[in-house]
């Protein structure tokens, strides 16, 4: 059983969906992530939340909007996606941000936007 | 440049094969580096850090050489179980940045 779940595991949505990505993890851990992981391409950091608090956005379209309720929480809002946003969205966790630590990451949900 | 790359592979090797993998990283300021493992359709998963001074886990073998900035990773008598994607890690800052090589495909063949 792994420390991060991810919910839902697979998603499809129109461009015109308002839907959401959960991510929980049990680990206990201060920092989590979201990760999109593309076709042929590295895992590329979104955003970084460190006890609650986002501590770095790479950027992201505003079309994605994350939200850390508290340390073992983390969504990621999406609003009038594109069909390029078709990915695999994954969560992870570790202790602390920016230190020696694994990170550990949830199954993932595999997005299709139509 | 991008600023850890890796050759995408894929590598087919007989099973019982040396196979070792290189990954180049662009910041000198790096502090950490790992390799992860990834299945086919699964998340990553942490194989082993990676040290200064070289460092074994049975058949893997992970280097690093700063002067260089290249990481290496050696899997030594190659099993089918090995089959997947490794994924080269470098830990940028102070904020935890992980940064993703695009991975390297190994297909061990029986």
């Known amino acids: 059983e792994t420390g991060v779940t991810q919910t839902p595991r697979h998603l499809v949505m129109g461009m015109t969906n308002k839907k959401s990505l959960k991510c929980e993890q049990h680990l206990g851990h201060n920092a989590m992530y979201w990760y999109k992981q593309s076709a042929k391409k590295p895992l590329e950091l979104m955003f970084v939340?460190?006890?609650?608090?986002?501590?770095e956005n790479n950027s992201v379209p505003s079309r994605f909007s994350p939200e850390c309720p508290n340390s073992s929480h983390l969504f990621l809002h999406l609003h009038t996606l594109q069909p390029e946003d078709s990915a695999l969205y994954l969560c992870?966790?570790?202790?602390?941000?920016?230190?020696?630590?694994?990170?550990?990451f949830g199954q993932g949900t595999r997005l299709t936007v139509v | 440049r991008k600023e850890v790359e890796q050759d995408p592979g894929p590598f087919n090797v007989p099973e019982g094969a040396t196979v070792a993998f290189n990954c180049t990283y662009s910041n000198s300021a790096s502090q950490s580096f790992f390799w992860y493992r990834q299945d086919c359709r699964k998340e990553p998963k942490l194989l082993m850090s990676v040290y200064s001074s070289g460092n074994e886990d049975g058949r893997f073998t992970a280097q690093l050489n700063r002067a260089s900035q290249y990481i290496s990773l050696l899997i030594r008598d190659s099993k089918l179980s090995d089959s997947a994607t490794y994924l080269c890690?470098?830990?940028?800052?102070?904020?935890?940045?992980?940064?993703f090589g695009q991975g390297t495909t190994l297909q061990v063949k029986p």
């Open positions: 992870a966790s570790s202790q602390e941000p920016g230190h020696n630590t694994e990170a550990f």
């Open positions: 939340y460190s006890l609650e608090e986002r501590v």
């Open positions: 890690v470098v830990l940028s800052g102070n904020t935890g940045k992980l940064i």
